[in-house]
């Protein structure tokens, strides 16, 4: 289990020491090579997770690979989903990848002339082309078309919930010389645990979409990697995560908060998803039939999310709890984050890509905070219904 350490009343930092593994991995035999465009090279022997999902808790098993850091410059394909918090994280990364030198295509589902590309991060996508990125929009059935005979040395598909939508940009990638195929899953998929965190192997709910891909997507490639996202926060975010505690606290409005408040999560800024994947993409041996946890080394419980949100905005902030059940409504759709302990651990991008998470969330949110005035949204008329159900029900007063 993890060491825990508090660091404040409301964010926890979980290290974790040396583990043993056992055997075998899915990856194949290491083979290395050293294409002509390397300006140059070193080597070097790192111990390396191939952690796909198993039934057993915990672990999964160890090898040592050959890293090769080099200054190669790769071609990269993101098909970017259209909705939800994840189209964020295409692009960030489709912004790492350029500032570091790579050449980078973002294929977004749908229309460029759609009303969804009137919102963030869509609308701010003249700052990939900018840097010298492409942006495409299509469906991803037929993203051979979309691309128009453009070659790839690396795929991430960012859209796909299930073999359905995937399988297409696969089966196109591997026949299209593609070397390395990622694919961004959900840490949701793990099964509930009486021992937090999540971490790389453990048990996942085998009808989840995401694993069916997660399987065909290494049935199909030798250079894969899987990353397992949590909650983000971010500029160009366009789903509510700090800005659902902003609303209420501007407004000098109770916070309603499900159960004791001091369930666990896992918040991280979008920033640190983009550099673990721009890792995957710079040192794919490493990265190599992986499952990462995309996810920040902290966690925070419920109630600390909102003191943190108040801090942020210099603003008090009054909590109310309550439990979902007795009151009559679904907890799903009356608050953001999952009202049971729910986070994960990125063991395995420390140990085999190096990577260091950078997200401080009272800093962060202070900056998020600056853009929610920025942008209008503390004065913008809201009904909070659902809180006045939960708020009535308890007889907590609300200022008017």
Known sequence: MAALASSSSSSLLFSSPPTKFPSPSLCPPLRLSLPTSFLSSSLSLSPSFHAYPTSSRRYSASSFTIRASAAEKKKVLIVNTNSGGHAVIGFYFAKELLGSGHEVTIFTVGEEGSDKMKKPPFNRFSEITSAGGKTVWGDPADVGKVVAGATFDVVLDNNGKDLDTVRPVVDWAKSSGVKQFLFISSAGI???????PHVEGD????????????????????????????????????KDCEEWFFDRIVRKRPVPIPGSGMQLTNIAHVRDLSSMLTLAVEKPEAACCNIFNCVSDRAVTLDGMAKLCAAAAGLPVEIVHYDPKAIGIDAKK???????????????????????????????????????????????????????????????????
Not at 373 to 386: A, L, N
């Open 190 to 196: 793990y099964k509930p645990t009486d021992e937090p």
């Open 203 to 238: 048990v996942v709910k085998a009808d989840a979409g995401h694993v069916g891909v997660e399987k065909y997507v290494a049935e199909v490639f030798s250079s894969w990697a899987v990353f397992r996202p949590q909650y983000m926060i971010g500029s160009g975010n366009n």
């Open 334 to 400: 009356a608050f953001p984050f999952r009202n049971m302990h729910f986070y994960a651990e990125p063991r395995a991008a420390k140990d085999t890509l190096g990577w260091k998470s950078t997200t401080n969330l009272p800093e962060d949110l202070k900056e998020r905070f600056e853009e929610y005035v920025k942008i209008g949204r503390d004065k913008k008329p809201m009904q909070f219904e659902m809180d006045d159900k939960i708020l009535g029900s308890l007889k907590v007063p609300v200022a008017v």
